[in-house]
């Protein structure tokens, strides 16, 4: 029997102790008011929740929304209720979207980045510092110095990969072997149980495939999806007449198979498609801690339900092979 998880899981590498489900913030302070992003940050506190996923450059791509207006969200509602037990999670070295110029790991660029995070958040260290993007031409060495020196000016206190290729994760790790650095202690990565239309992947962007699924099999390294709900593509699929532009990119015949498959065991547990999902990432053979992004309490609800599913072992291991990319 896969029974009610425990509240809270170790991050490998780290001091860190974190809720099961991560609470995604890119809509905080533009599609979600000051007011509806409070509502859902306390309403996730109340919960158990403790682990909160933001970055420098959400959500710069909104007209006529205050820069970085996700991490000073999260920044005004931590000062206001005070930082309790919160795990934050942010991401740096993202490219200019205003004046794109190519990748930004130089070092001027990511001190800058996370200098300005320490600020927007309320101080530093930040817990969890994330590479929003990868610079394949840039040495990997080069890279972890800087973050190592992050570490050492009090700034961050871990740091992480975001949308590395396995063969970067795999040089990372030799780095980090070789030279005595901490090195990446976590992946973000788009993932969920509906793998998109690759031609609907930006080249800048990983999904979870073969390589990255078996890099992070032999190193234990911790995967902390994001778009792990799939847009909520298996509720949609069930719920509405035609599929709305958004979930789009995961409409093909393997996602539909999947689609079917969720449905049944939903219909048979009384839970959401999409709790399922989340729960078969959870109970996957490498460490993962999904993101959710949720836009309303109700959703936040929703998806908790995948924590205290009870599944029977035929079930689970059904749940197990569909998180396994094609």
Request: negative net charge; charged residues 25%.
């Amino acid at each position: 029997m896969a029974a009610v998880l425990h509240d809270r899981a170790a991050l490998a590498g780290t001091d860190l102790t974190v809720s099961r489900l991560c609470l995604g913030g890119n809509r905080f302070g533009s599609a979600l008011d000051a007011d509806e992003s409070f509502a859902l940050l306390d309403a996730y506190a109340e919960l158990g929740g403790n682990f909160l996923d933001t970055a420098l450059a959400y959500a710069d791509w909104v007209p006529g929304v205050e820069r970085s207006c996700s991490e000073k969200t999260v920044g005004r509602w931590l000062s206001a209720r005070g930082r309790r037990d919160m795990v934050i999670a942010t991401k740096g070295g993202h490219p200019d979207l205003h004046h794109p110029a190519g990748p930004r790991l130089d070092a001027a660029s990511l001190r800058a980045d996370a200098y300005a995070s320490v600020q927007n958040l309320g101080g530093a260290p930040i817990d969890l510092y994330y590479l929003h993007r990868d610079d394949p031409a840039r040495p990997i060495d080069d890279i972890l110095d800087t973050m190592e020196s992050l570490v050492a000016e009090g700034a961050i206190r871990y740091y992480a990969a975001s949308n590395f290729s396995a063969a970067r994760l795999t040089a990372a790790a030799d780095c980090a072997h070789r030279t005595g650095a901490r090195g990446f202690v976590a992946n973000q990565l788009e993932w969920s149980l509906a793998a998109p239309k690759p031609e609907r992947v930006a080249p800048d962007l990983t999904y979870m495939d073969a390589d990255l699924l078996t890099f992070h099999r032999t190193t234990g390294l911790p995967a902390v999806p994001y778009s792990a709900q799939a847009k909520g593509y298996f509720d949609k699929m069930r719920n509405t007449a035609a599929l709305p532009e958004s979930v789009e990119r995961y409409d093909t015949p393997d996602n539909t198979r999947t689609a079917d498959r969720l449905h049944r065991l939903a219909d048979q547990y009384a839970v959401e498609a999409t709790a399922l999902a989340l729960r078969a990432l959870i109970d996957c053979d490498i460490p993962t801690v999904p993101v959710i992004g949720c836009r309303t309490v109700e959703q936040l609800h929703g998806s908790w339900t995948a924590l205290t599913i009870e599944l029977d072992p035929t079930d689970a291991e059904l749940l197990a092979c569909l998180t396994i990319p094609n």
